[in-house]
């Protein structure tokens, strides 16, 4: 079984930064796209940034040059730094990864980690 931890959200005032980190467990063979979804409270869930197995990225125009999303394969973790917080990034954070375990292909999500920026 493919389990999901998440960490580093919090409250933290407008302008100010703050570092999510993500990190799978379990028997996995690969892990393909690792990724950051968000979701506000009335919004749908939606994507802010991933990262495939390449290293390939891809952001959301809101957070272009102002997010950065990286991994570290040894360690099954992935990032996101994320600076110049905006009130309007407050949010549930979710981390999502897909790859292959004992079982096949798996497409995992974090319990989700609360940001809040204040203004």
């Known amino acids: 079984q493919v389990r999901l931890v998440e960490s580093g959200g919090g409250l933290v005032q407008a302008g100010g930064s703050l570092r999510l980190s993500c990190t799978t467990s379990?028997?996995?063979?690969?892990?393909?796209?690792m990724g950051w979804y968000r979701q506000a409270p009335g919004k749908q869930r939606e994507l802010v940034a991933d990262?495939?197995?390449?290293?390939?990225?891809n952001y959301a125009d809101s957070v272009k040059g102002r997010f950065t999303i990286s991994r570290v394969d040894a360690k099954n973790t992935v990032y996101l730094q994320m600076n110049s917080l905006r009130p309007e990034d407050t949010a549930v954070y979710y981390c999502?990864?897909?790859?292959?375990?004992?079982?096949?292909?798996?497409?995992?999500w974090g319990q989700g980690t609360q940001v809040t920026v204040s203004s």
């Open positions: 379990g028997i996995i063979f690969s892990i393909r796209t």
């Open positions: 999502n990864v897909k790859g292959l375990g004992t079982r096949g292909g798996f497409d995992s």
């Open positions: 990262i495939t197995s390449g290293g390939s990225t």
